[in-house]
């Protein structure tokens, strides 16, 4: 079950998205149970986004008969062996069960990985056979273990035609091609936006699961399990937090996400039975949306629709959310190796600015000036000699005592 979260956050007023036009597909597939009811995330469908009618299963991921094929080779995959520790099930289709698909138009294809399973794989929804990509995961396991932190719960195909995954803890953006045999790229850990504070988007436990949907503007936007927007730009990784969607009842979480035709977002949820909801993207407003014959419990939506969000360069202004700062800071490697860490600011005003690193109780580590007279700056931290290994927290403030970023650091072992 979803936590309740007991505080609210302001969403911001500004009019993000302008120009929605009608897209171009009224259905998007899911995954569901063979059930209504039911909780095994197992069986693809398809789903009318104007009625909200599923159609019977076009693939059980559980069949036990059916064979998984090598997407290199084209042959039968003999290279999956039973878990017997966990029960995985790394051997069936949709393993115990799928949370993260992407649709690919172009080539046909229902992009997905199982959970616990480090493999990503496709349905040819032609033959309706599932391939594999092996040799070569996420984490360069393939069909090994995932945890609750680094597993893979959200996944869409970007108008530039690439996948893209996140981890839950949000230190690893994954790309894949999607034509021929699958390529995974690593483009590394996401850059919290200076104004998103306690909101970080390293929080695995608070913006952990949900799903992914991608605009026309070269940007992902993430929905998490808690109802949570965080805005990606796929070019730097910048990530802002937009706020949480309201008008959604405290027991709805959020686990996947489709565009509708008409340029609405509609979420799904694997737990809430009531009804599903249907968000305004200028606004992040929710309204119910009850399909006319019931509901599957479902955790996941995909199709190709993008939200429309690009302007033209010469009207094309930045929301409001950037005016105080268009700076970017980028705190790594975190966790810290040996005794150090760096920072990266781009874009900042030139001035001196100060840094400083407490720990969990409040009480200051150390404190460093910084002084910034370069588009990018660059500046090595070091911890003091025998500092305990544990969490500190990272801030920076300006001339003015106005925080500019802040980020939890964890400090594994000292030289």
């Known amino acids: 079950m979803k936590a309740i979260v007991l505080c609210l956050f302001v969403l911001c ?43 019977t299963t076009l693939l059980d991921g559980s069949n036990k008969d059916a064979k998984l094929f090598d997407a290199a080779t084209r042959q039968q995959s003999r290279k999956l062996i039973t878990d017997t520790n966990h029960l995985y099930q790394p051997q069936l289709a949709f393993g115990t069960g799928v949370s993260a698909i992407a649709y690919d138009r172009k080539n046909n294809r229902i992009f997905f990985v199982p959970m616990f ?12 056979k599932v ?61 919290d936006h200076h104004a998103n504070n306690q909101m970080t988007i390293h929080n695995a436990c608070g913006n952990g699961g949900g799903d992914m949907i991608a605009d026309d503007d070269g940007n992902l936007f993430l929905l998490t399990a808690q109802n949570g927007v965080y805005k990606i730009k796929i070019s730097n990784l910048e990530t802002v937090y937009l706020g949480k969607i309201s008008g959604l009842p405290e027991q709805f979480a959020t686990n996947g996400a489709a565009v509708d035709d008409e340029g609405r977002i509609l979420l799904s949820s694997s737990v809430y039975k009531e009804a599903w909801y249907k968000v305004d993207p200028e606004n992040w407003k929710a309204i119910e949306f009850k399909p006319r014959n019931g509901l599957f419990k479902t955790a996941d939506l995909a199709n190709s629709n993008l939200l429309m969000t690009a302007r033209s360069a010469k009207n094309k202004k930045s929301p409001e959310f950037y005016s105080a700062s268009n700076g970017l800071i980028k705190l790594y490697p975190n966790p810290a190796e040996k005794n150090r860490f760096m920072i990266r600011l781009t874009n900042l005003e030139p001035g001196d600015y100060s840094l400083s690193v407490t720990d969990i109780l409040g009480r200051v580590i150390l404190e460093k000036k910084i002084g910034i007279g370069t588009s990018t700056h660059t500046e090595t931290v070091n911890f003091p000699p025998k500092t305990s290994i544990g969490l500190y927290l990272v801030k920076i403030v300006n001339k003015k005592n106005n925080q500019v970023f802040s980020e939890k650091l964890m400090l594994n072992k000292m030289e």
Not at 167 to 176: E, K, Q, T, V
């Open 13 to 55: 007023n500004t009019a993000l998205f302008t120009g929605v036009r009608a897209q171009s597909e009224r259905f998007a597939y899911a995954v569901t149970d063979l059930k209504k009811d039911g909780f095994a995330w197992i069986t693809l469908r398809k789903l009318d986004l104007r009625n909200g009618d599923f159609s």
């Open 117 to 128: 399973v480090d493999q990503l794989r496709y349905v040819d929804l032609e033959t309706m």
């Open 131 to 191: 391939f594999c990509v092996t040799g070569k995961g996420f984490y360069n396991e393939a069909g090994s273990e995932l945890g609750a932190v680094n597993t893979l719960p959200r996944m869409v195909i970007a108008g530039d035609g690439y996948g893209y995954t996140i981890s839950n803890d949000g230190n690893h953006l994954f790309r894949f091609s999607t034509s021929g045999i699958p390529e995974i790229s690593d483009l590394g850990s996401l850059v």
